[in-house]
Structure formats: C-alpha cells, structure tokens
C-alpha cells in the first residue's frame, strides 16, 4: 500500500520545547516538501527537498529545520526559535523530475499544538 | 508568479453537477493549471491538473480557456462527501512551490 504517511496526527508540547515531525513516502519520489497550515488560510511552503541530502528554505523556514538522510524520511523539528508554532503540518512528495507537471502528493497532516 | 481567483464559497446540490471557476489572467505559457481539495482536517488530495487541452479523469473534468485565462473544475454528480475546500493552482516556475490560497468552498446539500 503506496503513500505518504506522516505521524503522529496530534501533537501536544510545551512552549520552549523543540519537536520533531515524522514523514515517510514509500512512492520511490525523490522530492519532499513541508507546509504548514493556519486556520482558514492556504498552504506556505516551509523547507523542501528535490533529492537526498540536499534541502531548500521556502517561504517561512525560520524556526524550523529539516534533514533528508534517506529517501523516503523528511522529518521536520519545529525548533523553540519558531514563534507561532501550532498549526497543521503537511507534508508531500512528488517525482521530482519535471518542474512544470510534478504533481504533489501530500501525508494525512500533523497537527501541533504548542501549549 | 500567476495568481488565481476564486469565490470563497459556492453551493450545490447532491446529485447535480458542480462547476468551480478559477480566473488566472496573468499565467505564462508553461505553467500548469492543479486542482486539488482538501477535506476538513486532511492533507489536500490531487484531482487533476492541464496545460491548454481539456482533460478528464475519474474524480472530475477541468474545461481551460483558449486564452488560458481561466479554468473550471466540474465535478459531474456531487455527492455529499464532495464538500471539501477546492483549491485552483498554477505552478511557480522557479521552484517546486505549490502556492495555494484560500479556495473555494464547496458545500454540497442533499
């Protein structure tokens, strides 16, 4: 059974506290990406992978951090450094070949609440 | 980057067809159009994406205009469980970003 999954699906911590999001794909993509959600609004890009140890920021990377050690792993840590850190995070992975027509396969969701 | 425009909410009833617009007068020849929805509480799910053809796959249809100014996703007999956020994307051409925005709405009534 092929996907993406990501775990836990709710996460509670305590403000100060660093935290680490697991995503695992088994769809043989070589590319990862990590959003996170608001409440009513659209997704921002936060870190992205197009191949193995290798890793971009996107739009709102401060606070976050992320590793790409294999394949199939993209786990994000949402550090003390990340102000407003609850929110539901995404995770997605695609092919990674074709810019133009890589379609995004996004994880069940992680939602984070930081008390 | 091509921006897209969509009503925040629409209705439908059950059984009927939905038709969703999405307006993207600034995108460049080779961006793709994306559809995707998301269902409260879960990751987005991919319905279909199209460069200038119509296509149709078997969750929907997407109808672009020869200008490629705007596109319609039509979902050809809602169901109840089609109530979701739809959201309208065209792909950044300079990275693997997916912008969504806010979506549309989608509210489908028995």
């Known amino acids: 059974d092929g996907g993406i999954t990501q775990s836990p699906k709710y996460l509670f911590r305590k403000e100060g506290q660093n935290v680490t999001l697991s995503c695992e794909q088994n769809?043989?993509?070589?590319?990862m990406y990590w959003y996170r959600q608001d409440p009513g609004q659209g997704l921002r890009l936060i870190y992205y992978s197009q191949i193995v140890n290798d890793f971009q920021k996107g739009d709102i990377a401060e606070g976050y951090s992320v590793s790409r050690e294999k394949k199939e792993s993209f786990p994000l840590t949402v550090t003390s450094a990340q102000k407003n850190p609850t929110a539901f995070y995404l995770c997605a992975s695609s092919i990674g070949r074709n810019q133009y027509t890589d379609t995004q396969y996004f994880g069940p969701g992680t939602r984070l609440t930081v008390l | 980057d091509a921006k897209t425009t969509q009503p925040p909410s629409m209705d439908c009833a059950e059984g009927r067809a939905a038709n969703l617009p999405c307006n993207h007068s600034?995108?460049?020849?080779?961006?793709?159009v994306y559809w995707y929805r998301q269902i409260h509480s879960q990751g987005p799910q991919y319905i279909i994406h199209?460069?200038?053809n119509n296509e149709t796959n078997e969750m929907a249809s997407l109808i672009i205009t020869e200008d490629r100014k705007s596109s319609t996703l039509i979902l050809p007999h809602a169901t109840l469980r089609d109530t979701a956020v739809y959201y309208c994307?065209?792909?950044?051409?300079?990275?693997?970003?997916?912008?969504f925005g806010a979506g549309t709405r989608l509210t489908v009534k028995p």
């Open positions: 600034t995108i460049s020849g080779n961006e793709y």
């Open positions: 769809l043989n993509h070589d590319a």
């Open positions: 994307i065209v792909r950044v051409d300079n990275n693997n970003d997916m912008r």
């Open positions: 199209g460069l200038k």
